[in-house]
């Protein structure tokens, strides 16, 4: 069973940084696509970064240039790191992974910007 826990979302301030963890049970987490989605009440949950199978980088258009997503396989650990917060950035923050053909999804970590 994998599993996927997030941290580090926590209340920031227009304009301010965070950093997002997602620690895996996936050892070797460069072979697999992983990324970050969010989601609002009300909303659909939406692709904020990901690697690709490739490989490749992907980001939703409302956060490129501000938000950069990393990954460190020695420490099985998926990064979002967001800069220029804005207040339409507050959202559930969710870790997804694909792995054998079966789709995991982290419980989420909380990022509300507000002034």
């Known amino acids: 069973q994998v599993q996927l826990v997030e941290s580090g979302g926590g209340v920031a301030q227009p304009g301010g940084s965070l950093r997002l963890s997602c620690t895996t049970s996936?050892?070797?987490?460069?072979?697999?696509?992983m990324g970050w989605y969010r989601q609002t009440p009300g909303k659909q949950r939406e692709l904020v970064a990901a690697?690709?199978?490739?490989?490749?980088?992907v980001y939703a258009d409302s956060v490129k240039g501000r938000f950069t997503i990393s990954r460190e396989v020695a420490k099985n650990t998926l990064y979002l790191e967001m800069n220029g917060l804005k207040p339409e950035d507050t959202a559930t923050y969710l870790c997804?992974?694909?792995?054998?053909?079966?789709?995991?999804w982290g419980q989420g970590t909380q990022v509300t910007i507000s002034s």
């Open positions: 997804n992974a694909l792995h054998s053909g079966v789709t995991y």
């Open positions: 690697f690709t199978t490739g490989g490749t980088v």
């Open positions: 996936i050892t070797g987490l460069s072979a697999y696509p």
